[in-house]
C-alpha cells in the first residue's frame, strides 16, 4: 500500500492499551467535527463526530472530546487493537449560510498499534 | 452498493491529456464533494454539490478542473490539460444533504498518476 505521513505525527501502543489522538482545529466558528480512519489505499472512514453544543459524545470503544476554549479535539480508542492501525484525522466543519459545506482536515496522526 | 464508489480506481495518464474521474454517492444523498488528497496530507476540499448546483467551487485550483453533477446523483471531476502536480488521490464523498450537518461518507477514491 501507499506509504503516508513522513511528515505526520505517529502514535505507537501496545494492543489492549488506550489511545488518544489529539488534534487543534483552527475556526472558531466551527461547530461540527468529524473523526475518520483511513487505511492504507482506502478513502476515510467515518468514526465518531460532535457538535459543538457537546463536549464528549461516547461510541464503541471511543470517545471524542471537544474543548471549545482552546479549539481542541481528542479521540480516545478503549483497547486498541492491530485493526486500529491507520491514519486518523479529524475534520471541522462549518455553517454556511443555510447549509454545511465543506471539510477542513487536519494534519493527520499515524497509529499504530502492535501485538 | 450501500456505499460511495469511485471509477477508475487508478488513472495514468500523460501531461496534457484530459480525464474524467467518476463518482457514484450514496443514494438519496442529495450533498456531493470531490476532495483531493496528497500523500501524507489531509484531503483539501475542491468543490460540493447540493442537487445539481454547485454550492460551493472555491476549492477548485483553477480553470483546468470542472465538475459536473447533471442529474443530482452521478458527478464527473473533469481536468483538462493535465499535469504533474495534479497527481493524487481524488476522493468523493456524499451526505444526506447539506442542510444537516450529516457525516460525509467517502468512497475508495480514484488514484491519478500523471507521467
Known amino acids: 500500500g501507499e506509504s503516508v505521513g513522513l511528515h505526520l505525527p505517529t502514535l505507537s501502543v501496545q494492543e489492549g492499551d488506550n489511545s488518544i489522538i489529539n488534534c487543534a482545529y483552527s475556526n472558531s466558528a466551527s461547530d461540527y467535527f468529524i473523526w475518520y480512519k483511513q487505511e492504507s489505499g482506502k478513502g476515510p472512514q467515518f468514526i465518531i463526530d460532535i457538535r459543538s453544543n457537546m463536549d464528549k459524545r461516547q461510541g464503541q470503544r471511543v470517545t471524542v472530546l471537544l474543548n471549545k476554549t482552546v479549539k481542541h479535539l481528542s479521540l480516545q480508542i478503549a483497547a486498541t487493537q492491530p485493526g486500529d492501525s491507520a491514519v486518523y484525522f479529524c475534520?471541522?466543519?462549518?455553517?454556511?449560510?443555510?447549509?454545511?459545506?465543506?471539510?477542513?482536515f487536519g494534519q493527520g496522526t499515524i497509529l499504530t498499534v502492535h501485538p | 452498493g450501500a456505499g460511495v464508489s469511485q471509477t477508475p480506481s487508478n488513472k495514468v495518464t500523460e501531461k496534457g491529456k484530459y480525464v474524467e474521474l467518476r463518482c457514484d454517492p450514496i443514494s438519496g444523498h442529495t450533498a456531493l464533494y470531490w476532495y483531493r488528497q496528497s500523500l501524507g496530507q489531509g484531503p483539501e476540499f475542491l468543490i460540493y454539490?447540493?442537487?445539481?448546483?454547485?454550492?460551493?467551487d472555491s476549492g477548485l485550483p483553477n480553470d483546468r478542473f470542472f465538475a459536473v453533477r447533471p442529474e443530482g446523483s452521478v458527478s464527473t471531476l473533469k481536468i483538462q490539460r493535465t499535469e504533474r502536480g495534479d497527481s493524487a488521490m481524488y476522493l468523493c464523498?456524499?451526505?444526506?444533504?447539506?442542510?444537516?450537518?450529516?457525516?460525509?461518507?467517502f468512497g475508495p477514491g480514484t488514484r491519478l498518476t500523471v507521467t
Open positions: 475534520a471541522e466543519n462549518i455553517r454556511g449560510g443555510t447549509s454545511y459545506g465543506k471539510l477542513t
Open positions: 454539490f447540493q442537487g445539481t448546483g454547485a454550492a460551493d
Open positions: 464523498a456524499s451526505s444526506l444533504n447539506g442542510g444537516g450537518p450529516y457525516e460525509q461518507y
